[in-house]
């Protein structure tokens, strides 16, 4: 990607995720994270040149939120843009600001994705997107049974199955270690069958323990010109690169199908333009929207660009653990919480905060040099980021 | 491009959305609405930093970021008409009979207004300036109709007195 100049992340805020979030209002919940952002650029609104604000159209079902919002985001007399991409809005969010900053129109811009899902009626809101005439019948929401069938064929269904509660089991074990995820269960491994006869069933071998959560939250990111960055912050988290890819998924019904899904597609773009050959090697860390342990699963072959079953034997031998050698999800991940305008920031923010060594208790014990974050929404969408440290950036030059 | 276009035998989809919701009001919102229902007081927030006085309240100044949390003041409920609509269209989505009117109403010790129903008036004889105060319902309500609606203070033509001729 071409830059007229350097974007650093400086500041990231997160409200704590949960189920209900009743003592605030959205934009008390969005100034949460707003204040913490802006505590960790070091840094109050005067400084912020513009604001971009986004979530999932209708799911609390206000229009316009971003002018409302305005009491809690600090953007009154601000330039401002508000972005709606469903599931990936948030990463969408972040390539805005990039955009701004890199741009030159802004030095500093302030990000901010929310959800409040338990006010609005979410699967109302999702299962109206497809063209009312030819496919919106087929429409069933964010829950499908579809990659768990394929990964039975593939792979049998003791060790498939198998593989996909690791990953579940994984994942909560990493949310364990976050106090702001919204679902810490405590799971160990010896509940992996118990999990998998009793959690009942969403569709096909897709069961409610595998399904993300529906969580309350907001996220804020400041985005800074690499001048004012190197002011800010001893270690930003550089924006090297980000691509977006998306396609109608009703036309695979339809025999129009590429073969290619958007994650191996985006992938592929962004390790050709950044001189990625072997990304598991390379990068240090990956935090995926995984919207169900299914998808997570499968989807670590379409992001590393894996053959064979290696995805399941890096489940399998714990290589994605944050002790691994290719850790995914410190934060717990979207199955542990998934404010949706938010969630696909909160990879970004996560992403970077291991860069900036701020992750807290989720940290993890060795430098983050570079590291790979994605965001997913209808209908089949993949935003893919690539931030590195200075460490990284120098042995680049 | 066809200026009149070939209507014939094109068909026209229906379809209906649902928009269920349930907005949180929190902590400050339902203070606010606490207050009205069991006090049948109505509170402000004043932020220090630029000297005003929030009604509705909220949690934050938009202005300056200052936290209002707990800068609770009374206001009203006596106030002012600020400005005032008329509705004389009746929709399914309009709560009562027509004509009603809709006003912004500036509490005393408030700096901004709140929006509210006006009665016990002829709609006609509203006027920017009028000196109105808050009837609070009979039965507590969890919204803003906690206060049914705001009436004049002095004796006004009566809604059901004659109507002025002519407009
Ligand atoms: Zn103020």
């Given at each position: 990607m071409k830059k007229n100049r350097n974007v650093g992340i400086v500041g990231v805020g997160q409200s704590v995720y949960s189920s209900h979030r009743e003592e605030v209002n959205q934009p008390e919940m969005i100034h949460e994270a707003v204040v913490e952002a802006l505590e960790m650029a070091g840094i109050t609104m005067a400084e912020v040149d513009c604001v971009v604000h986004g979530n999932m159209?209708?799911?609390?079902?206000?229009?316009?939120?971003d002018l409302w919002h305005t009491l809690g985001t600090g953007a009154w007399g601000k330039e401002s843009l508000r972005v709606t991409t469903g599931g990936t809005t948030g990463a969408t969010l972040a390539a805005a600001a990039d955009h701004l900053v890199a741009s030159g129109l802004h030095d500093v811009v302030l990000a901010i994705g929310f959800e409040k899902l338990q006010e609005g009626h979410t699967t109302g809101g999702i299962t109206n997107m497809a063209d009312p005439l030819w496919g919106r019948q087929l429409q069933t929401g964010a829950l499908t049974g579809m990659t768990a069938a394929q990964m039975i064929e593939e792979f049998g269904a003791e060790r498939a199955k198998a593989a996909a509660m690791a990953y579940r089991i994984l994942m909560d074990a990493n949310a364990m270690k976050n106090?702001?995820?919204?679902?810490?269960?405590?799971?160990?491994?010896?509940q992996a069958e118990e999990l998998a006869a009793n959690s009942p069933a969403l569709v096909g071998e897709l069961r409610m323990i595998h399904m993300c959560s529906q969580s309350d939250g907001a996220c804020a990111m400041i985005f800074a010109s690499e001048e004012k960055a190197r002011q800010l912050c001893a270690q930003p988290a550089w924006i090297e690169d980000h691509v977006t890819a998306h396609r109608e998924e009703m036309f695979c019904l339809f025999g129009n199908a590429p073969v290619l899904t958007t994650h191996r597609h985006c992938a592929r773009k962004l390790f050709a333009r950044n001189g990625i050959r072997d990304p598991r090697r390379e990068i240090d860390l990956f935090e995926m929207y995984d919207p169900s342990a299914w998808w997570g699963l499968d989807w670590l072959r379409e992001f590393l660009l894996l053959e064979g079953d290696e995805h399941l034997r890096m489940v399998e031998s714990g290589a994605i653990a944050m002790d691994g050698d290719f850790p995914v999800n410190p934060s717990g991940g979207v199955i542990a919480s998934n404010p949706i305008g938010a969630t696909a920031m909160v990879r970004v923010a996560e992403a970077a905060l291991q860069i900036m060594g701020r992750a807290g208790g989720h940290q993890l014990p060795r430098p983050v040099r570079r590291a790979l974050a994605s965001g997913f929404g209808g209908t089949m969408w993949t935003v893919l980021f690539l931030l590195a440290s200075d460490t990284e950036r120098q042995a680049a030059a | 491009m066809e200026l009149t276009p070939d209507l014939r035998d094109c068909f026209t989809v229906p379809g209906k959305l649902a928009l269920p919701y349930t907005y949180f009001a929190g902590r400050i919102g339902s203070r606010f609405l606490l207050a009205l229902q069991e006090e049948h007081r109505i509170l402000g927030v004043r932020c220090a930093g630029c000297a005003t006085v929030l009604?509705?309240?909220?949690?934050?100044?938009?202005?300056?970021?200052?936290?209002?949390?707990?800068t609770w003041v009374e206001v009203g409920p006596a106030g002012r008409v600020e400005n005032f609509t008329v509705v004389r269209y009746a929709d399914r989505h309009v709560p009562e009979p027509v004509p009603l009117v809709l006003a912004l109403i500036r509490l005393d010790g408030a700096d901004t207004p709140l929006v509210h129903r006006l009665g016990?008036?002829?709609?006609?004889a509203v006027r920017v300036g009028l000196r109105v105060t808050a009837v609070f319902a009979a039965e507590p309500r969890?919204?803003?109709?906690?206060?049914d609606h705001f009436r004049p203070l002095a004796p006004q033509p009566s809604a059901a007195g004659p109507r002025p001729q002519g407009g």
């Open positions: 159209e209708l799911f609390e079902m206000v229009h316009q939120p106090p702001k995820a919204h679902r810490r269960l405590g799971l160990r491994p010896d | 009604v509705p309240p909220r949690a934050t100044c938009d202005r300056c970021q200052a936290d209002l949390a707990d016990g008036m002829d709609p006609e969890d919204t803003l109709l906690c206060i």
